[in-house]
């Protein structure tokens, strides 16, 4: 308790860390000199990522950009292909529908996934017994390798033999073709991504544990029930994290492929055709680098649009404790 | 009861009427039944993989499914070391991922430390571009890559898959520490440069402390990705004493060797220490600001 009271005053008086030092010597520019300290902390805290980024991952991604104005199968020689590239992207009808088929995912399977973490988490968060148990088997299918994952989802949706058709005959409710039906295709993956949560679940953990149990008290101190306390303390008390899992699982759910590359190829009649699938199959199975690398961009524009969006809207419902 | 802290059976005081009680121990029944249905669901894939990595080939891909072996064929592990260097690539794929996982936790904490915690010209600008490196698809960047490293003369060595770490590539995890550094009260930092800490010891002493469930979750999130990294692997690594375990497994998926069983067999070796290190570092999500007694507040 007594370090509450040293530190609000503290935050009330002192906008940057005071340092000792400076409060003993008597200078002209005090402030200027903190500020500049403490930017060179910044700079030397962050160095680690800024010299990797300058010399492993600047590198390559200017490379892939330049590949966009050049034409090359892998193997021969790279050939200056100026625009062509580019004016191929306007006329490519697949494009567009691969990123409408991206976009449908992200919508559908973003919020899908982080409301069913966030109560997997709040369930894991509780005092029941074997809870180390009942973690691990939540985190089960985040370690198993994709392509047993995917085996076992072959089965579940398969149309004669399958897990859900079984259920569904059971109560007397026709059979579905699932992920080889044109219409059940992309709804089909989105539930099948719900089940690779784990690392979602662990960081809602790790957040819960953030928020302090005296908050709690207070609230129920004040009346509050169940709903209230998690809609006015855990919620906003979490946000940050809540922010993070949204910018990742978007990032991330636009650059959806394995599960489509494993057990669609793109079918039926494209309506898994996702696009870092279809620019995986322009690059490295028609061997067009060049536009492979255009579509790639084109990727990062949508996925950069959406983030800068998110960011902005952050602002408004996003509650940092810490934030300087 | 809270939302973020369910308590069954905790008793409250409150729980004096018995109808109160009844529906206290109704909530637990359910909490339980849920759990045990939804945890059932996601264990199918292992479950799946330990039966069949104990079957016989024929019972493999029998319909409907076989889900306990008969007879149980526990030769086939002897038969998967028989098969590959199994504890060899274990060794490798250990190695590596021990290395990078210590890589990571260490810069994602300090980065983000940086960027959660001081201010400097450019900040915001710079961890957009953080951002921005996880937005292209990695298949654009990776022939790139292939190239830079061949030059530099790190190809067919361990380099390429674990000094990244060191240079904080995975932006995924810098950015949840600093997440999570936001969700910890500045009053905290404030008290310890009363007490003529610099950012070093801000940074060590109090934020690291208590972020343990976010670097136990990063530490984790590394262990996986690097125990079951396959690109990488597969563009680097090219002598049969190089290999990791996922590189090496893939080989046995044999198109014309249809010995599944022996292939999840030989899984296990992939999959048991992952499970392990889970298992273990779960425990530590309950340790950290809400533990620690200091609000803040």
């Known amino acids: 308790m007594s370090q509450s009271i040293i530190g609000s005053s503290a935050g009330a008086s002192a906008v ?23 930017a060179i902390d910044g700079y030397l805290f962050i160095a680690p990522w800024l010299i ?13 950009f330049v590949l966009i104005f050049v034409d090359w199968d892998l193997l021969g020689d790279p050939k200056w292909g100026g625009l062509t590239n580019l004016q191929r992207l306007t006329t490519d009808r697949l494009v567009g529908l691969s990123l409408y088929n991206t976009a449908y995912y992200t919508l559908f399977s973003v919020p899908l996934r982080l409301g069913l973490a966030l109560a997997i988490a709040i369930l ?9 148990f009942w973690r691990t088997a939540f985190y089960l299918p985040a370690v198993v390798p994709a392509v047993a994952n995917i085996i076992l989802w072959v089965w579940m949706f398969s149309p004669t ?4 058709n079984m259920v569904l005959s059971t109560f007397g409710l026709p059979r579905l073709n699932w992920v080889w039906d044109p219409y059940l295709s992309k709804p089909s993956l989105i539930l099948m991504s719900t089940w690779t949560i784990g690392n979602v679940v662990v960081i809602f953990l790790a957040g819960l544990q953030s928020v302090p149990r005296s908050l709690y008290e207070a609230a129920q101190i004040d009346g509050g029930g169940g709903w209230a306390q998690f809609r006015h303390v855990t919620l906003p008390m979490i946000s940050p994290v809540v922010l993070f899992n949204l910018v990742m699982g978007i990032i991330f759910s636009f650059q959806v492929f394995t599960n489509a590359f494993l057990m669609t190829q793109g079918g039926p009649a494209n309506t898994t055709l996702f696009t870092v699938l279809y620019l995986y199959q322009v690059a490295f199975e028609q061997f067009k680098v060049g536009y492979g690398s255009a579509i790639a961009w084109v990727l990062f524009l949508v996925i950069l649009i959406f983030t800068l969006i998110q960011w902005k809207l952050a602002d408004f419902w996003v509650y940092y404790e810490g934030k300087r | 009861m809270t939302a973020g802290q369910l308590s069954v059976g905790a008793s409250s005081g409150r729980a004096s009427s018995p109808g ?22 996601f264990t199918l894939p292992l479950l799946w993989m330990v039966t069949t990595s104990l079957k016989e080939q024929g019972q493999v891909f029998q319909v409907p499914p076989v889900w306990i072996p008969d007879p149980w064929r526990w030769d086939n592990y002897p038969e998967a070391v028989r098969r590959a260097p199994l504890w060899l690539w274990l060794y490798n794929t250990a190695t590596i991922t021990v290395l990078a996982t210590i890589g990571n936790v260490i810069t994602a904490s300090m980065v983000g430390f940086g960027f959660a915690r001081l201010r400097f010209p450019g900040r915001d600008v710079l961890f957009i571009l953080l951002l921005c490196t996880m937005m292209l698809p ?31 590539t995975s932006a995924f995890n810098i950015f949840l520490v600093r997440q999570y550094y936001l969700t910890i009260p500045l009053d905290l930092d404030e008290a310890a440069r009363i007490d003529g800490a610099n950012n070093w010891q801000v940074w060590l002493r ?28 597969l563009v680097f690594l090219h002598s049969e004493q190089m290999k990791t375990l996922s590189l090496g497994l ?44 200091i609000t803040g507040r």
């Open chain 2, 206 to 233: 109090v934020l690291v402390p208590l972020s343990m469930p976010v670097l136990v979750a990063v530490a984790i999130f590394s262990f996986v990705q690097h125990w079951n990294e396959f690109l990488d692997a």
């Open chain 2, 250 to 293: 893939r080989a046995f998926i044999n198109p014309n060797d249809a010995s599944w069983h022996i292939t999840m067999a030989a899984s296990m070796w992939l999959i048991v220490p992952m499970i392990v290190i889970f298992f273990i570092g779960q425990r530590h999500f309950i340790q950290g600001a809400a533990m620690s007694g």
């Open chain 1, 16 to 38: 940057a860390g005071p340092a000792p030092v400076a409060a003993q010597i008597p200078r002209r520019r005090g402030m200027t000199s903190l500020a500049r300290r403490e």
């Open chain 2, 138 to 168: 990695p298949v654009v960047t990776l022939v790139p890559k292939f190239i830079m490293f061949r030059t530099i003369g790190w190809n067919d060595t361990f380099y390429p898959l674990i000094v990244p770490a060191f240079l904080g």
């Open chain 1, 124 to 132: 894991l968060n509780a005092h029941v017994r074997g809870l180390a």
């Open chain 1, 52 to 64: 990797g980024f300058v010399l492993l991952t600047a590198g390559p991604m200017i490379a892939s």
């Open chain 2, 20 to 41: 109160v009680a009844a529906r206290k121990l109704g909530r637990a029944v359910l909490m339980y039944a849920v759990l045990v249905l939804l945890s059932l669901i």
């Open chain 1, 161 to 164: 033999m399958g897990l859900f």
